[in-house]
Structures are given as C-alpha cells and as structure tokens.
T-cell receptor, first 109, second 113 residues
Framework: GQQVMQIPQYQHVQEGEDFTTYCNSS?????IQWYKQRPGGHPVFLIQLVKSGEVKKQKRLTFQFGEAKKNSSLHITATQTTDVGTYFCAGGGNYKLTFGKGTLLTVNP | NAGVTQTPKFRILKIGQSMTLQCTQD?????MYWYRQDPGMGLKLIYY???????DKGEVPNGYNVSRSTTEDFPLRLELAAPSQTSVYFC????????????FGPGTRLTVT
C-alpha cells in the first residue's frame, strides 16, 4: 500500500532559525495535505497542494509539492515559540489519507 | 457549530473489557474517519465511512468495529480490549473525501491495563 515517509523525526531550533520538514511517498499522490498538532492537541489542517510543482505560502510557512507529485516540503522562516508542535504530511488517494509519522519541532526561546 | 465531538476524553479499561468511543459531527460531512495515534508513529487509519450505511477497513482494523447509521454519528467499538489498544483515538470528518481538509475531534485517550 501507499507509504509516506517524513524526515526528520525531531528538530530542535533556536527561535529565529529556519526549519524544514520533508515528505516522500512511495507512489504518486493525487494531493498532499499538511497538518499541525500542538502538544496535547489534535491535528489541525494547514494547507493542501494539488498541482505538480505547486508552491503555496502562509506568512512564514512555505509549502512545496514536487514535480513528480511524490514529495513535498514545509519550510518555516524565522521560527517562533508558537510554531512548536508536530507537523504531519498526508498523501491523498482513494477516499483516505496516509499520514507520515510527523516531525516534532521544538523551539528554544 | 461544535464541529467534531468525541466522548469520553479519557478512559481506563481492563483487559477483556469492551467499550464504544463516540464521535459526532454537525457539519453534515459525508466522510468520517477513525485514527489511532501512538507516540512517534503518526496517525493510522482504523476505519472510515463515505456515507451513512457504508464503512470500510483502514490500515489497522483488527480488534475494532464501526457502524454508521446516521450522517452525524460514527461510533467505534472495541471488543475484548488488549494492552496493544492503548492509544489516543481521533475521529475526523470531511466534506468530499481526500480533496478536502479533515476536521479532527479532540481525541480519546485510552489505557488498557
């Protein structure tokens, strides 16, 4: 079945540093979604990418979908303590999403 | 709109007991999902439903059952609880399947001892 790998598993940064998490699928994806889960909370939708090579920005967050629609990345510029949490990518296909294991981001103020 | 609600928030079960996790959404979404989340393991799909009366297995369905008699409700049944079912369970819903965002409930933290 479809597998979605996400790296790194953990990332600790100083406030103000940049952060990137990468997502790779074993198969071509119809779309990819990104979610954020704060500690003790539930996943919250951030964005969806559908087109090959698509790039979307949300303030300090930049999301990319690869040309082959098998990989994606989330980049945060100048991290803040409010960015702490686990970031998940999820590949879409056949009515359901396959989630990566997530990247836990911690930020040292 | 309450969104997706789940009850209970916490539960401790003894091995072999059974229970039902409740999930309700008030957004008139056709698609509903049950996930379990173990530390460092992401979200694994247990069961999903594309509409009332229709359910299907996800990645890890063993030990669980679901039903979908109404659009709003999607309960998850655990029969003969085992320690391996200790996890956090999330229910989610979406309007049009995987091309639409999923809205998650607050989760149920279950411990089986």
């Amino acid at each position: 079945g479809q597998q979605v790998m996400q790296i790194p598993q953990y990332q600790h940064v100083q406030e103000g540093e940049d952060f990137t998490t990468y997502c790779n699928s074993s198969t071509t994806l119809s779309n990819i979604q990104w979610y954020k889960q704060r500690p003790g909370g539930h996943p919250v939708f951030l964005i969806q990418l559908v087109k090959s090579g698509e790039v979307k920005k949300q303030k300090r967050l930049t999301f990319q979908f690869g040309e082959a629609k098998k990989n994606s990345s989330l980049h945060i510029t100048a991290t803040q303590t409010t960015d702490v949490g686990t970031y998940f990518c999820a590949g879409g296909g056949n009515y359901k999403l396959t989630f990566g294991k997530g990247t836990l981001l911690t930020v040292n103020p | 709109n309450a969104g997706v609600t789940q009850t209970p928030k916490f539960r401790i079960l003894k091995i072999g007991q059974s229970m039902t996790l409740q999930c309700t959404q008030d957004m008139n979404h056709n698609y509903m999902y049950w996930y379990r989340q173990d530390p460092g393991m992401g979200l694994k799909l247990i069961y999903y439903s594309v509409g009332a009366g229709i359910t299907d297995k996800g990645e890890v369905p063993n030990g669980y059952n679901v039903s979908r008699s109404t659009t709003e409700d999607f309960p998850l049944r655990l029969e003969l609880a085992a320690p391996s079912q200790t996890s956090v369970y999330f229910c989610a819903s979406s309007s049009t399947g995987t091309v639409d965002e999923q809205y998650f409930g607050p989760g149920t933290r279950l411990t089986v001892t």
